[in-house]
T-cell receptor, first 113, second 113 residues
Framework: GENVEQHPSTLSVQEGDSAVIKCTYSDSASNYFPWYKQELGKRPQLIIDIRSNVGEKKDQRIAVTLNKTAKHFSLHITETQPEDSAVYFCAALVSGGSYIPTFGRGTSLIVHP | SQTIHQWPATLVQPVGSPLSLECTVEGTSNPNLYWYRQAAGRGLQLLFYSVGIGQISSEVPQNLSASRPQDRQFILSSKKLLLSDSGFYLC????????????FGQGTRLTVV
């Protein structure tokens, strides 16, 4: 089955800095890569996703890049704000196959004001 | 619009007692349903998934079981809870399609004492 590794487990930055979270996956058939944000005590919610036919996707201050050859994808947050503090999960799945998302272990991002 | 209900939000149960967590989905048909457990530092661990009524797949051997008596109802159960069953349990659903976003319930914080 799919195995997703996520690093770092914790990330502490100053407000205004950039944050990068990296994930690798093992199943070359995976073609959909969503990112979820989980604020303290709340449910995870999708913030951005990328499909295997593109290398980069951007939505305001967040962007995701995908390298299918190397089987890794990353989340980039620019101009971080305290409200970005949360746990972020990457996931990989075969859209068109089992549709079961395999999640990384999560990254706790702390943005210091 | 689609919504997902999960209850209870918090639960404190003694060791050896039974467990029943319920999840229902509205506004969609034949969803994939999932139970995840979130333990500190271990991310989102898939426990069970279901692609249809009565169809349950288990990802990890454990003290828990799941059932899907109706298309949009998913139940997580245990006959006798263990201390190690404590954690944050999340129900989620997705539908087959181009963008396979997973929608999570509010979660249940289970403490076994």
């Amino acid at each position: 089955g799919e195995n997703v590794e996520q690093h770092p487990s914790t990330l502490s930055v100053q407000e205004g800095d950039s944050a990068v979270i990296k994930c690798t996956y093992s199943d070359s058939a995976s073609n959909y890569f969503p990112w979820y944000k989980q604020e303290l005590g709340k449910r995870p919610q999708l913030i951005i996703d990328i499909r295997s036919n593109v290398g980069e996707k951007k939505d305001q201050r967040i962007a995701v890049t995908l390298n299918k050859t190397a089987k890794h994808f990353s989340l980039h947050i620019t101009e971080t704000q305290p409200e970005d503090s949360a746990v972020y999960f990457c996931a990989a799945l075969v859209s068109g196959g089992s549709y079961i998302p395999t999640f990384g272990r999560g990254t706790s991002l702390i943005v210091h004001p | 619009s689609q919504t997902i209900h999960q209850w209870p939000a918090t639960l404190v149960q003694p060791v050896g007692s039974p467990l029943s967590l319920e999840c229902t989905v509205e506004g969609t048909s034949n969803p994939n349903l999932y139970w995840y457990r979130q333990a500190a530092g271990r991310g989102l661990q898939l426990l069970f998934y279901s692609v249809g009524i009565g169809q349950i797949s288990s990802e990890v051997p454990q003290n828990l079981s799941a059932s899907r008596p109706q298309d949009r109802q998913f139940i997580l159960s245990s006959k006798k809870l263990l201390l190690s069953d404590s954690g944050f349990y999340l129900c989620a659903w997705s539908v087959l399609g181009v963008n396979t976003e997973a929608f999570f319930g509010q979660g249940t914080r289970l403490t076994v004492v």
